[in-house]
C-alpha cells in the first residue's frame, strides 16, 4: 500500500468537523507588491516521529498531548530582492516551527506568529514542520505556561493550528506594520494624525514613504517623507490633519481606508487598513464616547461553535456578530483570550465596541511564575499591536476572575499604556469581594471598576454601586447565565434592576453571560446539560432562546416593565432575531415617509375598516369580550423608530401610537410615493389580520400585487402570496400558540397587545431593486383577501 492510500484508510476522529468555506487566500487583502500561497488544507500527522494520520488546517483537534504537523510546500526561485514569509494567525498552545530541519522559532497560543524563512528555503519542494503540545507540557517544562494558560476547568480546550496559515512573498524592503495615533478636536469635528511606519528592510537604503486617508472613496489627507533606511526595523512617523471628521460611534460606524507605499530604487510595498477616530474616555463614573455619555448594553462571546471549537467560518463569524447587533448590543466582550482578527473587523464595521483579554482565567498572581505572567503580557501586546488601529476596541482586560496583585495590575496598566497609540481603557474582568479588589484598582490607576453579578438578591447589585462610589465607572462584564437568564421572573426583575442603575447614573455598562452555550466537562449542577454550560442566549449551533433573547432586547433598549397589574398595558414590542441578515455591509439606509398617507382620507378610512373587521371577528367569536376588555381599539406600540438588525425602520404615528398603512376591502388600492435611488426595498409587514394564511387562503394564492414604478418607465410587478410574501400576523389561534410562515418574508417584530389572546407578528420582506431611481409602489389587494398591513419601509443605498 503506497503512503496516499495508507493515508485515506486512517481515522481522523481527533479532530472536529472541518469548517466550511476556508478561504482560498486567507487572511487581509494582499497588496499587488506581494504574493501569497495558502497553506490551508491537509498536513501530516505525526506521533512519535511516525505518520499516523492527516490533519486539516486550520482545524481545532481535541488536545493529545505530543505531534508534529507537516506539508510540503512549493517555492519558485527568489529574486536578490525578494523575502519569504510563513504567517500563522493561530495556534493553540505551544508550537515549534522548522523549515527543511531549520528550527525558526516557537509560538504560545491565539495570536498571530510569522517567521522569515529566505536562509532556510530553497527553490522547489520545502518541508514546514510544526511540532505541538496541546495538553501537558514537556518533561524539561518547555511549554509549561502555554499548557497552564490554556488548558484547564473554565471550558472546553482544543489543540492544533486553529487559525489560516499562508506563506508570503515580499520585498526586500517591506511595511510590517503602521501605528496609528490621533487626537481629536473638543468639538469632534477635527483631527490630527500620527501614522508611525514600522518598515523591515534587508539593508540600507534611501526610500520615500507615503500615506493616503479615504473616506468613501474620496481622498481626504495625505503625506510623505524621504528617509534612509537602516538594516533591520525601522519606525517612521508622519503627521497630516483632517478637517469635517466623521466620528466612528455603534450608531455611525464610520470608517476611513488608510493606505501606505514604500518606494525605493529596488522594489516597492504597500499596506492597508480601515480605521476610524473615536474617543473613550472614563470622566467621574461615566464612560463618554465623542464627549456623550455611554452606556455599555454587552453580551460575552467565547469565539467557538458546535463541533468546530476554536475555528469558524467567515459565514458563521458573519453571523454571530450581525445577531449579537440585532439583538441591540453595542458592546461586545471577547472572552476570555484573543479571538480572530476578523470579528474584530467585524465590530468596526457593525458598530460594536470590543473588550479583549490575554487569557488568564480564575488564576492566582500572588503564586504564579513570572514566565507565565510574561506569556500573558506577551499576548495582549501581540493583540495591541494586530488590532490597534480598529476604533471598535474599547478596552483592554487583564484578566478574568483572578486573584489579584497590585504589582501585576500596575505592571499591565503601564505596558498597555505604553503600547497602545490611543491609550484606551485598561481594567480586569473581577468576581472578587469588592472590598478586597477597590484599592487594587485605584493603585494600578485602573480606568474603571468591574465585578461579575451572578446574585439573585437584587440588593447587591445596588451595594456594589454604592461601595465603588462615583469615582470611576463601574462596570458588570458578567451577569445572567441559565437560572437568570432562563427563569422569566428573575430575568425580568433583574433587567429593571440594571435599567434602575443606568437612569440612576450608578452603572456605566454591562454584559450578559453568554452568548452561546459553550461545552465545560468539568461542572454538573443546574447550569449544565450532559457537559454543556446551557447559559447561552442562542445554542452552540446558534438557535435563539426566545425568551431570554426578548429580555435582553428590552434591556439593552431600556424599556423598564409597564406595572404588573396593568396587564393589558404590557404592549411589548420585540425585535426578533432574523433568520438571515438582508442589509449589504457598509450600505446606507433612509426611511421612507409614511406618515402623509395614514394622515389621509384614504388611511383614515382604510384604518376604521381594520378596526371594524377586528371588532366583527372577536364579538363573533367565543371570547366576544376580547375587543371590549381591550379598549375597544386597535392600539399598537407608541415608538416610530424601530431598529431591526441595527437598520432603522420608522412608522407612522397617530394620537400618539403606531399606524400602519392598511389594505381593507374598502381601501384596497393605494400609492407609496418613494423617489429614492436603492439597491434594496425593505418592507416592515406583510401581515394580515385579523386573520389570514395559514388559517385561510390557499398557499401560493395571490393576496395582493405590488407594482414598482421607476423614473425610466420601467415597472416590476411583484405578487405577494399567501405562504410566500404574507402571512397571518396574530401567533395565536383559540388554545393554541400557532407559527403562521411566509418563506421570503422573515419574523421582525413581535408585539404583545394582551398575553393571553393577541400575540401579533410582523414580517421582513426584502426586494432587490433596479439601480435608477424608484418613484412610487402602488399596492393593490386582490378581492376577498383579508386586510393586509404596512407599518415601514427602509431604502438600502450602495456604500459611497
Known amino acids: 500500500m503506497d503512503r496516499r492510500s495508507f493515508l485515506n484508510t486512517l481515522s481522523a476522529s481527533a479532530i472536529l468537523t472541518a469548517v466550511p468555506a476556508i478561504a482560498s487566500t486567507p487572511g487581509p487583502a494582499v497588496p499587488a507588491s506581494r504574493s501569497r500561497i495558502s497553506l490551508n488544507g491537509e498536513w501530516e500527522h505525526f506521533v512519535d516521529g511516525k505518520l499516523y494520520d492527516t490533519a486539516i488546517v486550520p482545524s481545532s483537534r481535541r488536545p493529545s498531548g505530543f505531534y508534529s504537523l507537516h506539508r510540503l510546500l512549493e517555492l519558485p526561485r527568489l529574486g536578490r530582492a525578494e ?5 500563522f494567525e493561530a495556534i493553540t498552545y505551544w508550537g515549534r516551527v522548522s523549515v527543511n530541519g531549520q528550527t525558526l522559532g516557537t509560538m504560545g497560543p491565539y495570536v498571530p506568529y510569522e517567521f522569515e524563512i529566505t536562509a532556510a528555503a530553497k527553490e522547489g519542494a520545502n518541508e514546514i514542520q510544526v511540532e505541538m503540545a496541546d495538553l501537558v507540557a514537556f518533561a524539561d517544562g518547555t511549554a509549561k505556561a502555554e499548557i497552564g494558560l490554556g488548558v484547564h476547568s473554565g471550558f472546553e480546550a482544543y489543540g492544533g493550528i486553529i487559525r489560516d496559515v499562508w506563506m508570503e512573498l515580499r520585498p526586500a524592503s517591506f511595511i510590517e506594520n503602521v501605528r496609528l495615533a490621533y487626537d481629536l478636536t473638543d468639538s469632534y469635528s477635527a483631527c490630527s494624525v500620527r501614522p508611525r511606519v514600522i518598515v523591515s528592510s534587508a539593508e540600507a537604503k534611501s526610500a520615500r514613504i507615503e500615506t493616503v486617508l479615504r473616506y468613501k472613496d474620496a481622498e481626504v489627507a495625505r503625506a510623505s517623507q524621504t528617509v534612509q533606511l537602516k538594516k533591520g526595523s525601522n519606525d517612521i512617523e508622519l503627521a497630516f490633519k483632517i478637517k469635517d471628521v466623521f466620528a466612528w460611534s455603534p450608531e455611525t460606524p464610520n470608517l476611513y481606508d488608510l493606505t501606505v507605499q514604500l518606494t525605493s530604487d529596488a522594489s516597492h510595498d504597500s499596506w492597508q487598513c480601515r480605521t476610524g477616530f473615536r474617543e473613550i474616555r472614563a470622566v467621574g463614573n461615566e464612560f463618554r464616547l465623542n464627549g456623550k455619555r455611554l452606556v455599555l448594553n ?8 458546535k463541533d468546530q471549537g476554536l475555528t469558524l467560518s467567515r459565514q458563521q463569524q458573519d453571523q454571530d456578530m450581525r445577531m449579537i447587533k440585532a439583538l441591540g448590543s453595542n458592546f461586545v466582550r471577547l472572552v476570555h483570550y484573543p479571538h480572530d482578527r476578523r470579528i474584530v473587523e467585524l465590530a468596526d464595521e457593525l458598530g460594536l465596541l470590543v473588550s ?6 480564575q488564576m492566582d498572581f500572588q503564586t504564579m511564575d513570572r514566565a507565565r505572567i510574561e506569556l500573558g503580557y506577551n499576548i495582549l501586546e501581540a493583540v495591541i499591536r494586530r488590532d490597534w488601529n480598529s476604533p471598535s476596541v474599547m478596552v483592554w482586560f487583564l484578566c478574568n476572575e483572578c486573584n489579584l496583585t497590585l504589582d501585576y495590575l500596575r505592571e499591565g496598566k503601564q505596558r498597555c499604556n505604553r503600547l497602545d497609540p490611543i491609550q484606551r481603557l485598561v481594567s480586569a474582568a473581577n468576581d472578587r469581594d469588592a472590598q478586597k479588589v477597590k484599592p487594587l484598582f485605584i493603585g494600578a490607576d485602573l480606568d474603571f471598576f468591574d465585578q461579575h453579578e451572578y446574585d439573585f438578591t437584587l440588593n447587591e447589585m445596588d451595594e456594589e454601586a454604592r461601595y465603588d462610589g462615583p469615582s470611576k465607572p463601574l462596570t458588570f462584564s458578567e451577569w445572567g447565565g441559565k437560572q437568570i437568564g432562563q427563569d422569566e421572573p428573575i430575568m425580568g426583575q433583574t433587567a429593571d434592576r440594571l435599567i434602575d442603575l443606568v437612569e440612576s447614573g450608578a452603572l456605566s455598562g454591562h454584559a450578559f453571560w453568554s452568548w452561546q452555550d459553550i ?12 457537559g454543556i454550560l446551557e447559559s447561552g ?4 449551533a446558534r438557535e435563539p432562546r426566545p425568551g431570554v433573547w426578548a429580555e435582553l432586547s428590552r434591556l439593552f433598549a431600556g424599556h423598564p416593565h409597564a406595572k404588573r397589574e396593568d396587564t393589558l398595558a404590557l404592549n411589548r414590542l420585540t425585535a426578533l432575531p432574523l433568520q438571515r441578515i438582508p442589509f449589504g455591509s457598509g450600505n446606507t439606509f433612509r426611511s421612507v415617509d409614511l406618515q402623509p398617507l395614514v394622515n389621509s382620507s384614504s388611511g383614515r378610512q382604510s384604518w376604521q375598516a381594520l378596526e371594524t373587521s377586528l371588532e366583527k371577528y372577536w364579538t363573533g367569536s367565543p371570547w366576544n369580550d376580547q375587543w371590549k376588555r381591550t379598549g375597544s381599539q ?8 424601530t431598529k431591526i438588525a441595527g437598520v432603522c425602520f420608522l412608522s407612522p404615528l397617530m394620537d400618539g401610537r403606531i399606524r400602519a398603512v392598511v389594505l381593507t376591502a374598502e381601501v384596497p388600492d393605494t400609492v407609496i410615493p418613494i423617489h429614492q435611488t436603492c439597491v434594496q426595498l425593505h418592507i416592515l409587514g406583510q ?28 415597472i416590476q410587478t411583484l405578487p405577494v402570496r399567501n405562504g410566500i410574501e404574507v402571512a397571518q400576523s396574530n401567533c395565536i389561534d383559540a388554545a393554541t400558540r400557532i407559527h403562521p410562515i411566509a418563506t421570503a418574508a422573515q419574523p421582525a417584530l413581535e408585539y404583545i397587545k394582551d398575553s393571553a389572546r393577541e400575540r401579533y407578528q410582523v414580517l421582513l420582506w426584502s426586494i432587490p431593486t433596479m439601480s435608477e431611481e424608484l418613484v412610487s409602489m402602488r399596492c393593490q389587494l386582490n378581492a376577498g383577501q383579508p386586510s393586509m398591513a404596512i407599518f415601514a419601509i427602509t431604502s438600502e443605498q450602495l456604500r459611497g
Open 519 to 530: 461545552r465545560q466537562y468539568s461542572r454538573i449542577d443546574g447550569e449544565m446539560r450532559d
Open 83 to 87: 523575502r519569504v514569509f510563513v504567517h
Open 537 to 540: 442566549v442562542v445554542t452552540e
Open 687 to 714: 401581515v394580515s389580520f385579523p386573520v389570514g394564511y395559514p388559517l385561510v387562503g390557499p398557499t401560493g394564492e395571490t393576496a395582493a400585487v405590488y407594482t414598482l414604478q421607476y423614473a425610466s418607465g420601467k
Open 634 to 641: 386597535f392600539g399598537l406600540w407608541q415608538t416610530s423608530e
Open 356 to 361: 479583549e483579554e490575554p487569557g488568564f482565567w
Open 298 to 305: 454587552g453580551i460575552c462571546r467565547h469565539d467557538m461553535w
